[in-house]
T-cell receptor, first 114, second 113 residues
Framework: EAGVTQFPSHSVIEKGQTVTLRCDPI?????LYWYRRVMGKEIKFLLH????????ESGMPNNRFLAERTGGTYSTLKVQPAELEDSGVYFC????????????FGQGTRLTVV | GDSVTQMEGPVTLSEEAFLTINCTYT??????LFWYVQYPGEGLQLLLK?????DKGSNKGFEATYRKETTSFHLEKGSVQVSDSAVYFC????????????FGSGTQLTVLP
């Protein structure tokens, strides 16, 4: 069974540019989460989808970040325009039943804004 | 709000040494507690969990006990191996909360042969 897949694995962009990260969850997992780890600090929750609906987006830092999950399958996270402080590792995770607390994480996308 | 404080790394041990990584938490409710591990080049994996006070989670020789009185969930292993080298994250999730996991800052463990 394929795990959670994230694309790209690395991205280097200039300040002001746009970047789109993609996450393919495990097939059949209704719950999809985005997290990020900035500058070696804590991994912070960004948002949670249940199928195509945003269940909780309280962790989104500002309106430069836009997450979508059309059709309830893969998800994208767009940063527009990117700022230096957006650099970090963006993790995606999915789970079938959140009550069990077992979320499967992808390898992450390392974003560097220069 | 909720928070998790982990012992700062990096931690370097010799093979077969005893490992302890301290973790304490602050939460308003009754959280579930987790340890996640990230091996080089891989995503985070759930290592073990405990859902209520005095529960002990265990996996791959690692153990952690949910101590409500000290708000702690320290990770221990009696004899580490080189293959245990990874970053370890302590995390919590409030029961019923939609806000999902709150992570600590991670502890880098390196085990030398």
């Amino acid at each position: 069974e394929a795990g959670v897949t994230q694309f790209p694995s690395h991205s280097v962009i200039e300040k002001g540019q746009t970047v789109t990260l993609r996450c393919d969850p495990i097939s059949g997992h209704d719950n999809l989460y985005w997290y990020r780890r900035v500058m070696g600090k804590e991994i912070k929750f960004l948002l949670h989808f249940v199928k195509e609906s945003k269940q909780d987006e309280s962790g989104m830092p500002n309106n430069r970040f836009l997450a979508e999950r059309t059709g309830g399958t893969y998800s994208t996270l767009k940063v527009q325009p990117a700022e230096l402080e957006d650099s970090g590792v963006y993790f995606c995770a999915s789970s079938q039943d959140w009550a069990q607390g077992k979320a499967f994480f992808g390898q992450g996308t390392r974003l560097t804004v220069v | 709000g909720d928070s998790v404080t982990q012992m700062e790394g990096p931690v370097t041990l010799s093979e077969e040494a005893f490992l302890t990584i301290n973790c304490t938490y602050t939460a308003t409710g009754y959280p579930s507690l987790f340890w996640y591990v990230q091996y080089p080049g891989e995503g985070l994996q759930l290592l073990l969990k405990a859902t209520k006070a005095d529960d002990k989670g265990s996996n791959k020789g690692f153990e952690a006990t949910y101590r409500k009185e000290t708000t702690s969930f320290h990770l221990e292993k009696g004899s580490v191996q080189v293959s245990d080298s990874a970053v370890y994250f302590c995390a919590l999730s409030e029961f019923g909360s939609a806000r999902q996991l709150t992570f600590g800052s991670g502890t880098q463990l390196t085990v030398l042969p």
